[in-house]
């Protein structure tokens, strides 16, 4: 969390935030001044809108039924296939690529003939794993007549690229803006509430949670459905605080941090999951343990301190460390010494 949200948490209460009506013209000047500052920090076009939801899992259903017709899916871990399960579940006729923490392929090499959408997670919780940004770049450029729906969860707004190039960038709070969980935002381009008004007059949807039904509140400043305030609030004040201090330094720190994690961890027996460097992620960083991650977490976890283990057959070999705004370099000082006495203890 952000060291100011018990100060951020008393303003609230004392603005009386937590009973604003969400039909109120105070809730319509706070939603509408966090959408357009959301867009100033990831520098959207004016198109984009913002819709709220309950969080980024529900946002993939939403996303699919509001725009996808034949959807793409690229898996590398276990997120994306989830949203794969999803669609597939949802009845779409899906295409995916399935890889792993080795992937390192371009994008424009992908099997997606016949494929009217890319639901691609930028970057991948479970095995730290980004996709090189660029390349993402070139990619949505270059197929302009597809619709793009961007995961990036764990990566918005600290990753680098293009966000424009997208249709649809869905995320959630908890992350990178390191606010309580609760809420999910997706910001929607203009041509992707077309597409989504084409479809819901075409097919069964969520009714009041399509994009459709969405856009047509957001055209008063409001939600269909009542929104999660409290977190809007709370999301207002972390754009705003990105804002006075600006991404190029809030990447520059992060990436920063990120390589003294690296070479902290190298030193003492750690291995970089990911095989590519350009394609390890640095808000979500994991390595391959000499040790047995159970046991190192538990040890960790007596003395204060969580680590993430691996997925699937990953679990006990691989650990998972944050890098998000609110950690600082003494965050991971502490975390260090703990890492290396545990470390040292199990192999005694």
Wanted: charged residues 25%; glycine residues 6%.
């Amino acid at each position: 969390m952000h060291p100011e949200i018990s100060e951020w948490l008393v303003e609230a209460a004392s603005l009386g935030v937590t009973s604003k009506h969400h039909r109120s013209q105070w809730f319509k000047e706070l939603f509408f001044e966090t959408q357009e500052k959301l867009k100033e920090l990831a520098k959207l076009s004016d198109d984009f809108r913002m819709f709220v939801y309950g969080c980024a899992s529900e946002i993939w259903e939403r996303a699919l039924e509001s725009i996808a017709v034949h959807p793409f899916f690229l898996v590398l871990g276990e997120f994306s296939n989830k949203w794969h399960f999803c669609a597939q579940k949802m009845g779409f006729p899906t295409k995916a690529h399935r890889s792993d923490h080795t992937y390192s392929e371009a994008l424009g090499n992908l099997p997606s003939e016949g494929c009217d959408t890319f639901c691609l997670v930028h970057g991948e919780t479970s095995i730290g794993l980004n996709l090189e940004s660029q390349d993402l770049t070139d990619f949505m450029t270059h197929n302009r007549s597809r619709y793009f729906i961007l995961d990036v969860v764990s990566t918005f707004p600290i990753a680098s690229f293009d966000y424009s190039l997208a249709d649809v960038l869905l995320f959630s709070v908890q992350k990178c803006f390191c606010l309580p969980a609760g809420l999910g935002v997706c910001l929607v381009n203009g041509r992707a509430i077309e597409r989504a008004t084409k479809v819901h007059d075409s097919r069964t949807t969520s009714g009041f949670a399509s994009f459709y039904f969405e856009s047509l509140f957001n055209e008063q400043k409001m939600t269909p459905a009542t929104p999660n305030v409290l977190a809007i609030w709370l999301l207002n004040k972390a754009v705003s605080k990105y804002l006075r201090e600006g991404l190029s330094k809030l990447r520059s720190l992060t990436n920063q941090k990120a390589r003294l994690v690296h070479d902290k961890l190298t030193s003492l027996g750690f291995e970089p999951f990911v095989s590519s460097p350009d394609y390890r992620s640095n808000t979500v960083l994991t390595f391959v343990s000499p040790v047995d991650v159970d046991k190192l977490r538990d040890i960790l976890r007596t003395r204060g301190i969580q680590v993430g283990s691996g997925f699937g057959v990953w679990a006990s070999k691989v650990i998972r460390i944050a890098n998000f705004p609110s950690h600082t370099e003494e965050d991971f000082v502490v975390l260090f010494k703990q890492i290396e006495r545990a470390v040292f203890e199990l192999k005694k």
